[in-house]
């Protein structure tokens, strides 16, 4: 396994695949290049919905799941890859889920200003709450080293922080010692009922 703490994405996806069995119902909230749907597709969710606003990430999204073996799912539907803004999740996502994944901010390697932005997540983040199953998570992978990032930090930890602690267990993981604003983890699971 590599050095989860030098590699925040991959500490992410290492949480996430700890919440998920075959079967289960999965977001990618923003899929941008691929990687993250493809890891979360190969443990083989029911349904898998990738969601990104740019047309670009999507096309890179299925480009990617089809030359690793995934065409199938996606012609089946079992995989279906969105152009549309998270925001507009529930008006797609019909049942509860098991994780949902953000990795926000901008797709590496194209236009900065297409970035995610604090109404839009904060939006989106509420919906996968509303549909989310008791010992399922939402996992956010935080990037404050640009303004649009700064504020959608500050909203989705202020909204975390005081969500009912009798329905919800929030953590937040930051790298203390490194410089740079360094990305940063919120996970949001919602608690069992009560038997
Ligand atoms: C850091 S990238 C995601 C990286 C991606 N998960 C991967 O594995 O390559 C963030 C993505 O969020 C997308 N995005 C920005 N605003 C969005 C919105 N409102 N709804 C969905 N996606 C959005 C961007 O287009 C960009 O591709």
């Avoid at 670009?56 to 969105?82: M, P, S």
């Avoid at 930890?157 to 919120?186: G, M, S, V």
Wanted: hydrophobic share 35%.
């Amino acid at each position: 396994m590599s050095n989860l703490i030098k590699n925040i994405t991959e500490f992410a996806l290492y949480l996430v695949q700890g919440y998920i069995s075959e079967g289960d119902v999965v977001v990618d909230a923003t899929c941008g290049n691929g990687y993250d749907t493809l890891r979360l597709a190969q443990l083989s969710p029911a349904k898998l919905y990738a969601f990104d606003i740019q047309q670009e990430a999507v096309d890179a999204t299925r480009k990617r799941l089809r030359e690793a073996g995934f065409a199938e799912k996606l012609e089946n539907g079992t995989i279906e890859v969105i152009c549309d803004s998270h925001d507009h999740l529930t008006d797609h996502v019909k049942t509860f889920i098991q994780a949902a994944v953000f990795n926000l901010g901008y797709l590496p390697g194209a236009d900065k200003g297409c970035t995610t932005s604090a109404s839009s997540t904060m939006r989106a983040v509420r919906s996968c709450l509303s549909r989310l199953e008791p010992d399922g998570l939402v996992c956010i992978t935080m990037y404050s080293g640009h303004p649009a990032g700064r504020q959608e930090k500050e909203h989705l930890l202020a909204f975390a922080e005081n969500l009912d602690k009798r329905q919800w267990h929030c953590a937040y993981i930051n790298l203390i010692n490194q410089p740079a604003a360094p990305p940063e983890i919120l996970l949001i699971t919602r608690k069992k009922r009560p038997e």
